[in-house]
């Protein structure tokens, strides 16, 4: 018999994970709703069971077709564990298609619900846009951070809090420092031995930035390569051949 704890995991794996990635994969280019749990977990299970569904009819068909490739499952609907024991193998390859099944098919869903032109929305503060994201690698973020007296601070960014709220953040410049004072033209440089200055964001106006490269890495040199136009473009059709090598490889297992 198989252990009720067993049974859970695999319940959940089956169920939950398809629909927490198509939910992930959903919420990258669909602005942020205002949803309560229930809605946001009734909808993951439901994509998980229609995921699941799909794909457990996906290796009902395999077995049907090539005997032995794939779990019987009326037979393993009416002995349980005793079938899981007479066939360990076999149960576990057929599990592992098909929660491999159940996540591509989520994948190409959502890449046929999506327009092609839908640009991923980045969940995340402008702060980390304008200072990380953005800079990319190589480069440093130069800051002009003017206070709400006039003050202008400029330096590297060097961190920053992540209070959602920014006047509850602390922004932290790093070397070379320096400050203009209101109604000053020039600013003065802080000496080279005062390496960092924290401001607190509730005094914070408005914020320039510039992006410097660093001089031991140039510009560009640390770009991540991208995958293929094809790929990028329609990755449906890759989950469907990714599908299809799954069959193919429990067709070949059946062989053995």
Not at 199 to 224: H, K, L, N
């Given at each position: 018999?198989?252990?009720?704890?067993?049974?859970?995991?695999?319940?959940?794996?089956?169920?939950?994970?398809?629909?927490?990635?198509?939910?992930?994969?959903?919420?990258?280019?669909?602005?942020?709703?205002?949803?309560?749990?229930?809605?946001?977990?009734?909808?993951?299970?439901?994509?998980?069971?229609?995921?699941?569904?799909?794909?457990?009819?996906?290796?009902?068909?395999?077995?049907?077709?090539?005997?032995?490739?794939?779990?019987d499952?009326?037979?393993?609907?009416r002995?349980?564990?005793?079938?899981?024991?007479?066939?360990?193998?076999?149960?576990?390859?057929?599990?592992?298609?098909?929660?491999?099944?159940a996540?591509?098919?989520?994948?190409?869903?959502?890449?046929?619900?999506?327009?092609?032109?839908?640009r991923?929305?980045?969940?995340?503060?402008?702060?980390?846009?304008?200072?990380?994201?953005?800079?990319?690698?190589?480069?440093?973020?130069?800051?002009?951070?003017?206070?709400?007296?006039?003050?202008?601070?400029?330096g590297?960014?060097a961190?920053?809090?992540?209070?959602?709220?920014?006047?509850?953040?602390?922004?932290l410049?790093?070397?070379?420092?320096?400050?203009?004072?209101?109604?000053?033209?020039?600013?003065?440089?802080?000496?080279?031995?005062?390496?960092t200055?924290?401001i607190?964001?509730?005094?914070?106006?408005?914020?320039?930035?510039?992006y410097?490269?660093r001089?031991?890495?140039?510009?560009?040199?640390?770009?991540?390569?991208?995958?293929?136009?094809?790929?990028?473009?329609?990755?449906?059709r890759?989950?469907?051949?990714?599908?299809?090598?799954?069959?193919?490889?429990?067709?070949?297992?059946?062989?053995?």
């Amino acid at each position: 018999m198989v252990p009720s704890s067993v049974a859970a995991v695999v319940v959940f794996l089956v169920l939950v994970t398809p629909g927490t990635a198509f939910e992930l994969l959903w919420q990258r280019t669909r602005p942020r709703r205002d949803e309560s749990a229930f809605i946001e977990v009734s909808r993951v299970v439901l994509t998980g069971v229609v995921f699941s569904a799909a794909a457990t009819a996906t290796l009902a068909g395999v077995a049907a077709l090539v005997t032995g490739s794939a779990v019987d499952p009326v037979a393993l609907l009416r002995d349980g564990g005793r079938y899981v024991d007479r066939h360990p193998a076999l149960t576990i390859r057929s599990l592992a298609a098909l929660l491999g099944l159940a996540l591509l098919y989520a994948v190409a869903a959502h890449d046929l619900l999506t327009p092609p032109n839908a640009r991923r929305i980045v969940q995340e503060t402008a702060w980390h846009t304008a200072f990380s994201r953005m800079a990319g690698r190589g480069a440093r973020a130069f800051l002009s951070v003017q206070l709400k007296d006039g003050t202008t601070v400029t330096g590297y960014s060097a961190g920053y809090s992540t209070e959602p709220d920014p006047a509850k953040r602390d922004l932290l410049l790093a070397a070379p420092l320096a400050i203009r004072p209101p109604g000053d033209d020039e600013a003065k440089a802080l000496e080279r031995a005062w390496q960092t200055l924290a401001i607190s964001g509730a005094e914070i106006s408005t914020i320039a930035a510039c992006y410097v490269t660093r001089p031991d890495q140039p510009a560009g040199s640390g770009t991540r390569p991208r995958a293929p136009t094809w790929l990028r473009e329609r990755p449906w059709r890759s989950c469907l051949a990714g599908a299809a090598g799954i069959v193919a490889l429990l067709i070949v297992f059946s062989l053995i």
